[in-house]
């Protein structure tokens, strides 16, 4: 698979999850409620204890995660997505189910505005290392960003989801920017949040997914050069 710079692929993003797609998306959440994996992911969270606690949503989407932490009694969230239109449809969802003073939007690349962003009790990325190809810059670096739990769906590391993404991939080569999906190695995405004091507490594979939940046990050690 030819490498994609992460610039290029945040251009990819834009353009492919434009205002439209938010907007297409957030018509069937209201009529069909958040996809399974969300549901998932939620609950499990909601089990380990979300109470007071804030929430980092990297890649946050149409903003279905916060809004089913905040109603559980997340106390405030911050929405990191690398596509304006999606930021914009998640934000007027928030105002209209009333909580947009209690949640803050930042637009742009999670790797090049991490300083910026404050640690949060609670991290979620759903559907998100599968867009980056610097998995462990992604996963270390938003991972020192947890205080007590992070959860994150991506795909599940089979033969027949590689195969997909090849096939996927050459399809996608036809489109302006080009945008890239990578199914990274389970194993090497355990192997570093165990790096970062993580320990995991729940698995599950929901269709062509995987849905885990890790919580700290040890503080995130000194921060260094993560996968870059």
């Not at 958040?34 to 549901?39: G, S, W």
């Not at 989407?61 to 304006?84: E, N, P, W």
């Not at 165990?194 to 921060?223: D, I, L």
Request: proline share 4%.
């Amino acid at each position: 698979m030819p490498e994609v710079d992460c610039c290029r692929q945040c251009r990819a993003i834009e353009s492919m999850f434009s205002t439209k797609t938010a907007e297409w998306e957030l018509r069937r959440y209201h009529k069909r409620g958040a996809p399974k994996t969300t549901r998932v992911l939620v609950e499990a969270l909601q089990r380990e204890g979300i109470a007071g606690e804030t929430l980092l949503d990297i890649g946050g989407g149409i903003g279905a995660i916060q809004m089913a932490l905040l109603k559980g009694g997340a106390q405030s969230a911050t929405d990191v997505d690398a596509s304006d239109g999606y930021i914009q449809v998640a934000r007027g969802e928030a105002e209209r189910e009333g909580y947009g003073d209690r949640v803050r939007y930042m637009h742009g690349n999670f790797l090049e505005i991490v300083d910026q962003i404050s640690p949060a009790g609670v991290v979620t990325l759903e559907r998100v290392i599968c867009c980056f190809p610097d998995m462990p810059g992604m996963v270390g670096r938003s991972c020192e960003r947890a205080g007590k739990l992070y959860g994150l769906v991506y795909p599940r590391d089979v033969w027949w989801m590689r195969f997909g993404a090849i096939v996927g991939n050459l399809l996608l080569r036809l489109r302006r920017p080009v945008f890239q999906f990578y199914v990274h190695r389970t194993t090497a995405v355990e192997n570093l949040l165990q790096q970062q004091g993580m320990e995991r507490r729940f698995s599950r594979n929901v269709g062509f997914w995987q849905v885990s939940v890790y919580a700290r046990v040890q503080a995130a050690p000194a921060r260094g050069p993560v996968g870059i």
